[in-house]
């Protein structure tokens, strides 16, 4: 089974702090994706990307940055966090365009004090 | 636009009772249509899918749910539910377009 490891599993900065959240996907997955969690809102698609070199804007994308610098990896950045982007990431991966079963990551826990 | 509403934040049931997590969804076209489970500590796994065909689609550990076009539902049942089943359900729609939409999000509790 494809596997989704992201990295750190908990992150704690400061308001204005420079964060990155990792992901890395093996079985060659074209398409990735990240996600926030927030209780009432279920999950929120930032941003994905369809391979490497390329970057779409999901529904919540104010304030984050992503990049996908090979077929494995896909990073989001958060270059001015603030106390609203505290919550659970998940980055997830497919294999086809109809998005037939997403495989998910265990979550980064960010808080912004 | 797609959406998806789960109306019911929290559900508890008993062990061995049945089960039925409530889904309505909004899509123009033909909807593609999920249900995933999260466990504690976890990332979502994907429980069952609906395409299309016989509306009544099974899925992993006695989970099945079922499509209505004419109420815009794809509600999960499951006959006789265990502690094991605890954890968050997520209703999702997609109408092929490479963006998934979750609904809020269902808490099943299974008391013992």
């Known amino acids: 089974e494809a596997a989704v490891t992201q990295s750190p599993r908990n992150k704690v900065t400061v308001t204005g702090g420079n964060v990155t959240l990792s992901c890395r996907q093996t079985?060659?997955?074209?398409?990735m994706y990240w996600y926030r969690q927030d209780t009432g809102h279920g999950l929120r698609l930032i941003h994905y990307?369809?391979?490497?070199?390329?970057?779409q804007i999901g529904d919540v994308p104010d304030g984050y940055k992503a990049t996908r610098t090979t077929q494995e990896d896909f990073f989001l950045l958060l270059e001015l966090a603030s106390p609203s982007q505290t919550s659970l990431y998940f980055c997830?991966?497919?294999?086809?365009?109809?998005?037939?079963?997403?495989?998910f990551g265990h979550g980064t826990k960010l808080s912004v004090l | 636009a797609q959406s998806v509403t789960q109306p019911d934040a929290r559900v508890t049931v008993s062990e061995g009772a049945s089960l039925q997590l409530r889904c309505k969804y909004s899509?123009?076209?033909?909807?593609?249509l999920f249900w995933y489970v999260q466990y504690p500590r976890q990332g979502l796994q994907l429980l069952l899918k609906?395409?299309?065909?016989?509306?009544v689609v099974q899925g992993v550990n006695g989970f099945e749910a079922e499509f209505s076009k004419s109420n815009s539902s794809f509600h999960l049942r499951k006959a006789s539910v265990h502690w094991s089943d605890s954890a968050v359900y997520f209703c999702?729609?997609?109408?092929?377009?490479?963006?998934?939409?979750f609904g809020q999000g269902t808490v099943l509790s299974v008391i013992p």
């Open positions: 997830a991966s497919s294999d086809k365009i109809s998005n037939e079963r997403l495989f």
């Open positions: 079985n060659s997955h074209n398409y």
């Open positions: 990307s369809y391979g490497a070199g390329n970057l």
């Open positions: 899509y123009s076209g033909t909807p593609y």
């Open positions: 609906y395409y299309s065909g016989d509306p």
């Open positions: 999702v729609v997609t109408g092929g377009n490479n963006k998934l939409t």
